[in-house]
């Protein structure tokens, strides 16, 4: 009868999964209530130093290879 102990596992890991990720979304929305408000026109701190479009290629100290 060991499928129903391996069952039973199962079930209480499940569980115990839920409940820490209810636990987590708890926390996140604690520190986001916790947070001042951003002043109107203030960049939010997630998007800081992003550039939209294209994104230029990082420089490479190798030389392009040769054509023949």
């Known amino acids: 009868m ?3 102990s391996n069952k039973r596992q199962k ?5 115990e ?3 820490a990720k209810q636990e987590r979304r708890e926390e996140r ?6 947070r001042p ?4 026109g203030q ?4 998007l800081a130093g992003i550039v939209p479009g294209p994104q230029p ?3 490479e100290d190798e030389e ?3 054509t023949d």
């Open 29 to 34: 929305k604690r520190e986001r209530e916790s």
């Open 43 to 46: 960049e939010d701190p997630d």
């Open 57 to 59: 290629q990082p420089d």
């Open 17 to 19: 999964k839920q409940r």
């Open 2 to 4: 060991q499928t129903r």
């Open 11 to 15: 079930e209480l890991a499940r569980k």
């Open 37 to 40: 408000p951003r002043g109107e």
């Open 64 to 66: 392009p290879p040769a």
